[in-house]
Nanobody, 123 residues
Framework: QVRLVESGGGSVQSGGSLRLSCTASGVTGTSDCMAWFRQVPGKAREGVAS???????TYEDPVKGRFTISQDTAENTVYLQMNSLKPEDTAMYYC?????????????????WGQGTQVTVSS
């Protein structure tokens, strides 16, 4: 049974920083892709960043240069360091994982999802 647990969300002023964590249990760790998505009520879920088992990363344009995804494979934990936060980054952030081929940000590829952690950025 794969379980993903997010933490680290909260409220911050524009320009501030937050670090999200996602700890996974039950994943193999050898061929897993892990990613962060976000969703605002009434809008579709959108990709933020992904990291493959070999450390290669992908970012969506709105967060490039501001967010950094990283992983600690020994701890089965993925992090999302978010700097220079903007009000438009306000959303519920979800951790996701899959063991299939590739590691892009198509949410349909991801089989496992966490419960989400709220990030609120005030102007």
């Amino acid at each position: 049974q794969v379980r993903l647990v997010e933490s680290g969300g909260g409220s911050v002023q524009s320009g501030g920083s937050l670090r999200l964590s996602c700890t996974a249990s039950g994943v193999t760790g050898t061929s897993d892709c892990m990613a962060w998505f976000r969703q605002v009520p009434g809008k579709a879920r959108e990709g933020v960043a992904s990291i493959d088992f070999d450390g290669s990363t992908t970012y969506e344009d709105p967060v490039k240069g501001r967010f950094t995804i990283s992983q600690d494979t020994a701890e089965n934990t993925v992090y999302l360091q978010m700097n220079s936060l903007k009000p438009e980054d306000t959303a519920m952030y979800y951790c996701a994982a899959h063991s299939g081929w590739g590691c892009d940000l198509d949410s349909d590829d991801y089989k496992y999802w966490g419960q989400g952690t709220q990030v609120t950025v005030s102007s």
